[in-house]
C-alpha cells in the first residue's frame, strides 16, 4: 500500500496550489480519503474529506470556500485545489485513507497514511 502526496511548493499570499495524492495497492474508490496538515508547533489539523461512494466533500471551516478537494477513482488519485492560499496555510500536507468515515484525533482509526508535500505561503 502506499499513498505519494506531491505538489506542493512555496506560493506568495494570494496564489494557488493543486496537491495530488496517487494510491495503490488497495481498493481506492471503497475508502474515504482525507488531507490533513500539520503546522510547525501546531497539531495536525483535518482539512477536508471525500467519499468513496458518492464523492460527498467536507471542509473544515478554515478553508471552506478556498479549497476543493476531488477524486478520479480510475487514476487512483486524490487531489486538494488550494485558492487564494494564506499564510496560516503553511504546513505540511498528508494524504490519508480510511474504509469507515472518520474525521476524529486518533490517528490509528487511518488505514493509510501518505509522507506529506509541504506547502509554504510567503511572499
Known amino acids: 500500500v502506499q499513498l505519494q502526496a506531491s505538489g506542493g511548493g512555496l506560493v506568495q499570499p494570494g496564489g494557488s496550489l493543486r496537491l495530488s495524492c496517487a494510491a495503490s495497492?488497495?481498493?481506492?474508490?471503497?475508502?474515504?480519503m482525507y488531507w490533513f496538515r500539520q503546522a510547525p508547533g501546531k497539531a495536525r489539523e483535518w482539512v477536508s474529506c471525500?467519499?468513496?461512494?458518492?464523492?460527498?466533500?467536507y471542509y473544515t471551516d478554515s478553508v471552506k470556500g478556498r479549497f476543493t478537494i476531488s477524486r478520479d477513482n480510475a487514476k487512483n488519485t486524490v487531489y486538494l485545489q488550494m485558492n487564494a492560499l494564506k499564510a496560516d496555510d503553511t504546513a505540511v500536507y498528508y494524504c490519508?485513507?480510511?474504509?469507515?468515515?472518520?474525521?476524529?484525533?486518533?490517528?490509528?482509526?487511518?488505514?493509510?497514511w501518505g509522507q506529506g508535500t509541504q506547502v509554504t505561503v510567503s511572499s
Open positions: 490519508a485513507a480510511s474504509y469507515s468515515d472518520y474525521r476524529g484525533r486518533n490517528w490509528d482509526h487511518y488505514d493509510y
Open positions: 495497492g488497495f481498493t481506492f474508490s471503497s475508502y474515504w
Open positions: 471525500i467519499s468513496g461512494s458518492d464523492d460527498s466533500t
